[in-house]
């Protein structure tokens, strides 16, 4: 069959734009003119294409050379497998830019509501047909998605030892504060201590998270039992909405505080809780371009922060 003969590896991407070439200039003289090559390759190959189809795609002349009703069938293929070959280069190309594609990004508290906001904002601003799609949840959550390859990198507080297979870049330092509302009873102690909070309702994060387990280490080691009245949560929304609506207490990364005028940093230290704000990604497989592009706003983000 004559399609078996056009896929067996003879027919070249050569061959096509040499075809349409001799159309659009109605000489073979004109045609090797434009392709920067002698008359004598075009004829040659002009024959291969005819001889692998079987047929005369072109009419010779005394005033050059017409398409046959063969070659106006193959020629009109041809413009199209070529102009598609052109589309998938220039989108390649753009890929290769960052300027379309997909980037997955998951977050937890940290990162969420300063460093991340203002690395897409620029990313965007530089890239804006690139997707972007934020994921919120816990970070084992976060670590079994990066794992899975359902997500491409992960932005929040670095923990002491990340999950094999993972690799976690340092951004920059975010100490993990007090926070109430603005106004609260706590408000008016000079750096209370833990010991002088506890009989406030609290708002805890789930047992999933490292900051839980440091918070509870912090208790501890101030020999102090842990509040009676808690909430655990990790959704920042509700955990800001029961935050300025009652008197409870949250640990939270100190921007989060910084950047809403009803919400209040207490001076209490928490020194043993990890200050550190990164990116964890898959230490054995590489960046596609658009995940390249968002690392690097990130860390240019995480720079203007420390200033």
């Given at each position: 069959m004559l399609s078996d003969k056009l896929?067996?590896?003879r027919l070249k991407i050569r061959h096509l734009t040499l075809v349409t070439t001799i159309a659009d200039h109605g000489t073979l003289i004109s045609a090797s003119q434009a392709l920067h090559i002698t008359q004598p390759v075009v004829t040659r190959g002009l024959r291969e294409v005819e001889e692998i189809l079987g047929v005369s795609l072109f009419h010779r002349g005394p005033r050059g050379v017409t398409p046959t009703i063969y070659g106006s069938s193959f020629i009109a293929h041809a413009r199209t497998i070529l102009a598609q070959l052109r589309q998938a280069g220039g989108q390649i190309d753009l890929l290769t830019r960052a300027d379309v594609g997909k980037v997955r990004v998951g977050t937890h508290l940290a990162g969420s509501n300063v460093l991340l906001p203002h690395a897409i904002t620029s990313l965007k601003a530089e890239h804006p047909r690139l997707a972007v799609e934020v994921q919120e949840a816990t970070p084992?959550?976060?670590?079994?998605?990066?794992l899975a390859g359902e997500t491409d990198m992960v932005v929040g507080r670095l923990g002491a030892a990340p999950p094999?297979?993972?690799?976690?870049?340092r951004l920059y330092?975010?100490?993990?504060?007090l926070v109430t509302r603005v106004g609260h009873p706590a408000q008016s102690f000079s750096n209370p201590s833990l010991s002088?909070?506890?009989?406030?309702p609290w708002i805890f994060p789930v047992e999933q998270t490292a900051l839980r387990a440091e918070l509870e280490e912090a208790f501890l080691h101030e020999n102090v039992a842990l509040p009676q009245d808690t909430v655990e949560c990790t959704s920042m929304p509700l955990v800001r909405e029961l935050l300025v609506s009652t008197d409870r207490i949250a640990a939270l990364p100190s921007l989060i505080a910084k950047s809403d005028d009803r919400l209040a940093l207490?001076?209490?230290?928490?020194?043993s809780i990890s200050r550190s704000v990164g990116v964890t990604v898959l230490a054995d497989v590489p960046f596609v371009p658009?995940?390249?592009?968002?690392?690097?706003?990130?860390?240019?983000?995480a720079a203007d922060l420390e200033h």
């Open positions: 896929l067996d590896g084992d959550r976060l670590y079994e998605a990066l094999a297979r993972l690799h976690q870049e330092v975010e100490p993990v504060l002088h909070l506890t009989e406030f207490l001076g209490t230290s928490l020194r658009a995940a390249s592009a968002l690392l690097n706003h990130l860390r240019h983000a």
